[in-house]
């Protein structure tokens, strides 16, 4: 189509690198691939990180892999950013010098 779109990720490996690598070469594709991109980037984001989620950790039992990540993603498409986020990962935005407030962080305490 004729929409403009970005994809932009970090992972932060945890007890090493095998999920944050995983979820860099996987996450994308997913949800470039996903069935709702075009109508609704918010789920298709949200569903990607799921499904790369469960594709990891059936990798990750059969190699016996011990390692996690957090990672935070963004989508631009046309005008609206979709952001999403697993773990303690944050994104910032500065808008005209100011911070914007995106997101809470996943804390341990946090419900």
């Given at each position: 189509?004729?929409?403009?779109r970005?994809?932009f990720?970090v992972?932060?490996?945890?007890?090493g690198?095998?999920a944050?690598?995983?979820?860099?070469?996987h996450?994308?594709?997913n949800?470039g691939l996903?069935?709702?991109?075009?109508?609704n980037?918010?789920?298709?984001?949200k569903?990607?990180?799921?499904?790369?989620?469960?594709?990891?950790?059936f990798?990750?039992?059969?190699?016996?892999?011990?390692?996690?990540?957090?990672g935070?993603s963004?989508l631009i498409v046309?005008?609206q950013?979709?952001?999403?986020?697993?773990?303690d990962?944050?994104?910032m935005?500065?808008?005209?010098?100011k911070?914007v407030t995106?997101?809470e962080?996943?804390?341990p305490?946090?419900?």
């Amino acid at each position: 189509d004729d929409i403009d779109r970005a994809y932009f990720a970090v992972f932060d490996g945890h007890g090493g690198v095998d999920a944050a690598n995983y979820s860099a070469t996987h996450l994308h594709i997913n949800v470039g691939l996903h069935e709702e991109i075009v109508k609704n980037p918010a789920e298709a984001l949200k569903c990607s990180f799921q499904k790369t989620d469960e594709m990891f950790l059936f990798k990750a039992k059969r190699e016996k892999l011990r390692s996690g990540t957090t990672g935070v993603s963004a989508l631009i498409v046309g005008s609206q950013l979709h952001i999403a986020w697993l773990g303690d990962s944050q994104v910032m935005l500065v808008q005209q010098g100011k911070a914007v407030t995106l997101m809470e962080p996943h804390k341990p305490e946090r419900e």
